[in-house]
């Protein structure tokens, strides 16, 4: 199975900050990554789908980038409805895996 | 709009069984590949299984292969996941989501239920 760690696990950032959440994995998946929002109590929501395209409706300052074995998540100016976690996921195939997650915390 | 409402989720002693369900609307159920995936208390996010459109592919993660089966009826845009042998582990909150129909991110997700396995 393709193992997928994500770092930081916890980050605490200020309203207005930039934060990049990155993402490796154990082989090369190409761009078969998405990114998750979810919030406490909440399910996750899709950001991000092919390492960089935005779902949707999702705001802007999200953006995410990489190929291969390493991609990053950035909020370019964090805002207080961005104080959730992240999760990354491969999808290189049907057996897909997910990050351990950052939470993002105010500061 | 696309809704996927889980349900069947409750306490159950371990050893015992358990079926969840996931009433999907809002779009085709039948072109869909469909998955579970769960959170354990306080966890990160795991995939357990995922079925094929049709119905006739399904795979699991290795921590629930051969106690758990995924199954779906599209004629009742419903899809199931019957949980055997529940171990203490298994307690998480199970969520159904729809993967797209090209690739395998999850574009839509269900508020999920909650599974505790206590004695």
């Known amino acids: 199975d393709i193992q997928m760690t994500q770092s930081p696990s916890i980050l605490s950032a200020s309203v207005g900050d930039r934060v990049t959440i990155t993402c490796r994995a154990s082989q090369s998946i190409s761009r078969w990554l998405a990114w998750y929002q979810q919030k406490p109590g909440k399910a996750p929501e899709l950001l991000i789908y092919?390492?960089?395209s935005l779902k949707s409706g999702v705001p802007s300052r999200f953006s995410g980038s990489g190929s291969g074995t390493e991609f990053t998540l950035t909020i370019s100016s964090l805002q207080p409805d961005d104080f959730a976690s992240y999760y990354c996921?491969?999808?290189?195939?049907?057996?897909?895996?997910f990050g351990g997650g950052t939470r993002v915390e105010i500061k | 709009q696309v809704q996927l409402v889980e349900s069947g989720g409750g306490v159950v002693q371990p050893g015992r069984s358990l079926r969840l369900s996931c009433a999907a609307s809002?779009?085709?159920?039948?072109?869909?590949?469909m998955h579970w995936v769960r959170q354990a208390p306080g966890k990160g996010l795991e995939w357990v299984a995922v079925i094929s459109y049709a119905g006739d592919n399904t795979y699991y993660a290795d921590s629930v292969k051969g106690r758990f089966t995924i199954s779906r009826d599209n004629s009742k845009n419903t899809l199931y996941l019957q949980v055997n042998s529940l171990r203490a582990e298994d307690t998480a909150v199970y969520y159904c989501?729809?993967?797209?129909?090209?690739?395998?991110?999850?574009?839509?997700w269900g508020q999920g239920t909650l599974v505790t396995v206590s004695s």
């Open positions: 989501a729809r993967a797209t129909v090209t690739t395998t991110y999850l574009d839509s």
């Open positions: 809002g779009f085709t159920f039948s072109s869909y590949a």
């Open positions: 092919d390492a960089s």
């Open positions: 996921q491969q999808y290189h195939s049907y057996f897909i895996t």
